[in-house]
């Protein structure tokens, strides 16, 4: 399998990437691996890799957050468990159980949301619970670390004797305290205590007169700290009890340690697994931290679109000056494999190979990039740079002697799988020359079905770029108003240098900059104003495009505002609707209820008014369906929050009507007479008549081919016959 050249990694400035994410790592071995990072060519082991990263990462946002998985190293303790009769320290067994718990707590969690983490659980394959580690070292070991008493019989016994041992050597220590001091054989301090031992501190004209054993003396010699006898004779079965206590404590360390010698292979995995977990969680970190993602990655479609692609380092640097970052899109695909990057120099052109390189080597090292979500990617077997000036001063090289021998590697490994990365193709030698051999380098790559970026500033590769199918010119905008870079690429067209321009925003004499036109050719003048001028034009309608966009959003923002009103209007129209249908039923039952009062009333008859209220009253049930407490409860409320919202709305209603009767009415016009012989037209007609008489508000029009009669209400009047005459 290929390997990603180390010069590619130095030119794209990727252990800097490193350096980032490995600050994220909460333990000394996942940033140690964070650091050996290397991209990886084997596209299965990259998914994977990825899509572990990324369920990490949306861990963070939401509620399933993984646990922990903080642990202390345990591979020093491997080389022991290995060696017969050997016996690990009192602290390994904690480190080794701790570490055995976070594991367990790991493998519970993933199991349990295996769904949402599919990738992560796939980790724990080798990996099952394992409880009687922690049960074996909570047996033998306390929480505060020390071997527990009744670890075993023996050292239950042992540690009884010599706490009884210790009351009797107090009680006898205690007795010659007060013995000696009666006698005034004891300094004033009357006591001290020597290798953890208590002492008499005996004057030293008295040192005969005490029984004991000497165990020192004062600087001066004034004082002797003397061990009384009887707590010598003890203090020295206590020593004998603490170093079978010792044997005892040895005995039990071994016998755990043959425990756990069995489980040497499940604690490899189980460190294996803690590390990986680590260096996972410290990418999907360093993610959220730049806003990386995962893109969509396909080894068929061969594409490479970055859209809202940024340069993590750069980002990283502007976020803490508070600078604005410019992200980049680019496509790479099978019918623009290669993209020839021209414009003026510090527009941009080197940030945009470093951040397509870059951002390529991140993906297959594992690392979410920051670009849109709808990125694509595909992965390289092999990503090849050649980026900035790089003279050999060991081996008396020059940057074009340099650039050649890199070229010569190139050529060697390129391939379809390959992406290409060059900066200033050509220069360093004879504009003319260079120029030449770095179209037939470029050709050659063009017919291996590379894929790759180069940026330049000669014209006879932006013209190759032209010229076949699979190859594109692209330029990074420049602002031609101030003559300063928009940080932009715009496909499709070549872009011009402004050598003039900047040279002459820049302070240069105005004859010096005319002297130089004339020097070269008009051709290549003339060529690279059309260019600048394609440049301004593509700017002016850019604008435009934007401020016609804006106007869409804003005109569907509209739209879907007057939609929403109309639905409310319709569900507001439909609830009337609903209500003025009950309150017309209503009204026609309470006719017929006041009929049958009337007669009631008419013939004081019960029977018959009865009859007529039980058969209304079966009619309207026959209507109504049966409907459950609740519906009843809700469609009662339901109409009496409509019946006040109607109630509302009327009172506004009457409100404005009472202020429109209050207000003036502007007098109407009076409308002009119409008489005999004047010219005349219906209101909604064109066809001029004339009046030949009026007889009760009818007037008789003549249209020369015929005459009809008309209210003199739908006649308006065109000319006069005053006028006319």
């Known amino acids: 399998m290929p390997k990603i050249p180390e010069k590619t990694l130095e030119d794209l400035e990727y252990k800097d990437v490193l350096h980032q994410c490995a600050a994220f790592a909460i333990t000394p071995l996942g940033k140690a691996e964070i650091l050996a990072l290397k991209p990886q060519t084997d596209s299965e082991h990259v998914l994977t890799t990825l899509e572990r990263t990324s369920e990490y990462r949306a861990s963070f946002d939401n509620e399933n957050r993984i646990p922990n998985h903080g642990f202390e190293d345990t591979a020093p303790y491997f080389q022991l468990l290995k060696i017969e009769n050997s016996v690990l320290e009192l602290e390994a067994f904690r480190i080794l159980a701790r570490a055995t718990e976070t594991t367990n707590t790991l493998l519970a969690f993933l199991k349990k949301f295996k769904t949402y983490y599919p990738s992560l659980f796939l980790l724990t394959a080798d990996l099952e619970e394992e409880n009687e580690i922690k049960l074996a070292v909570d047996r033998v070991i306390d929480r505060f670390g020390e071997v527990r008493n009744d670890a075993s019989e023996a050292l239950f016994q042992i540690r009884k004797q010599m706490q009884q041992l210790r009351g009797k050597i107090s009680s006898s220590f205690n007795k010659a305290l007060s013995h000696y001091s009666g006698a005034d054989y004891l300094d004033d301090i009357r006591e001290s205590v020597v290798d953890n031992r208590r002492v008499l501190a005996v004057k030293a004209m008295h040192r005969r ?346 005109i569907k923002g509209e739209s879907e505002k007057m939609e929403n009103l109309n639905a409310k209007l319709k569900a507001k129209l439909s609830g009337y609707q609903e209500l003025f249908d009950h309150n017309q039923r209503m009204i026609v039952l309470g006719n017929k209820l006041n009929e049958a009062a009337e007669r009631f009333f008419t013939s004081n008859k019960k029977r018959p008014l009865v009859a007529e209220l039980l058969r209304l009253v079966e009619t309207e049930n026959a209507k109504r369906k049966r409907k459950s407490a609740a519906v009843a409860k809700k469609e009662r409320e339901e109409k009496k929050k409509l019946d006040a919202q109607v109630k509302k709305e009327l009172v506004q209603v009457r409100k404005e009507r009472k202020k429109e009767k209050k207000q003036p009415q502007q007098p109407e016009k009076p409308k002009p007479i119409i008489a005999v012989g004047d010219q005349v037209r219906l209101y909604d007609g064109r066809a001029v008549g004339t009046i030949d008489a009026i007889e009760k508000q009818k007037a008789i029009v003549n249209y020369g081919a015929f005459t009809t009669q008309v209210n003199l209400d739908l006649l308006t009047l065109v000319k006069t016959a005053k006028k006319s005459k």
Do not use: W
């Open 209 to 554: 007169k005490v029984k004991g054993a000497i165990l020192g003396s004062s600087k001066t010699g004034s004082i002797v700290f003397i061990e009384p006898e009887a707590t010598h004779i003890q203090t020295r079965e206590l020593n004998n009890l603490t170093f079978e206590e010792g044997e005892e404590i040895k005995k039990i360390l071994s016998q755990l340690t043959d425990l756990f010698r069995p489980y040497l292979p499940y604690f490899k995995l189980q460190h294996a697994f803690l590390v990986e977990m680590d260096v996972i969680y410290s990418k999907a970190r360093y993610a959220q931290e730049i806003e990386g993602v995962l893109p969509k990655i396909d080894q068929e479609e061969r594409v490479v679109s970055f859209k809202k692609a940024y340069h993590p380092l750069l980002l990283q640097a502007h976020k803490l000056e508070n600078k604005v970052t410019h992200p980049q899109d680019i496509t790479l695909d099978t019918e623009h494999r290669i993209i020839v990057i021209s414009g003026p120099n510090a527009g941009g052109k080197s940030i945009t190979l470093k951040t397509v390189g870059l951002l390529q080597l991140m993906l297959q090292s594992g690392l979410l990039i920051p670009v849109h979500e709808r990125s694509k990617a595909t992965l390289f077997s092999q990503v090849l740079t050649d980026i900035g000036d790089n003279q050999s001063i060991e081996n008396h090289l020059s940057t074009y002697s340099y650039r050649l021998k890199n070229m010569k590697q190139f050529l060697k490994k390129c391939d379809a799988s390959t992406l290409f990365l060059i900066d200033e193709f050509g220069t360093g030698s004879d504009p003319e020359l260079g120029g030449a051999l770095a179209e037939v380098i470029l050709e050659d790559f063009y017919e291996r079905n590379a894929y790759g970026l180069i940026t330049t500033h000669y014209s006879n590769l932006k013209a190759l770029a032209n010229e076949l199918p699979a190859m594109t010119n692209a330029n990074m905008q420049f602002n031609n108003q101030t003559l300063e870079p928009v940080f932009r690429l715009i496909m499709g067209e070549a872009g011009s240098s402004f050598t003039f321009e900047v040279a002459q925003k820049n302070g240069l004499p105005f004859n010096l900059i005319n002297r130089a036109k004339k020097k070269i050719e008009r051709g290549k003048v003339r060529f690279d104003a059309t260019i600048a001028k394609l440049q301004k034009e593509r700017a002016t309608m850019m604008k435009i495009e934007k401020s016609l966009k804006a106007q869409e959003i804003k």
